[in-house]
């Protein structure tokens, strides 16, 4: 799925990774990511936008 996502999508040329946020959500709208025992939460807004809090 997120290879026919990115076809129509501008990824960066570079070797860093390229995540879909829906697959980090598993198709809800919140997704936890951990950094150095701390726990931070990515959130699709209902407009489509990404907000990343600690």
Request: charged share 20%; hydrophobic share 35%.
């Amino acid at each position: 799925m997120l290879n026919s996502v990115l076809e129509n999508t501008k990824v960066p040329e570079d070797d860093s990774p390229t995540y879909n946020a829906a697959e980090l959500t598993k198709g809800g709208n919140l997704a936890r990511i951990v950094l150095a025992n701390q726990i931070y939460t990515l959130r699709i807004t209902k407009s489509g936008k990404l907000i990343l809090t600690k």
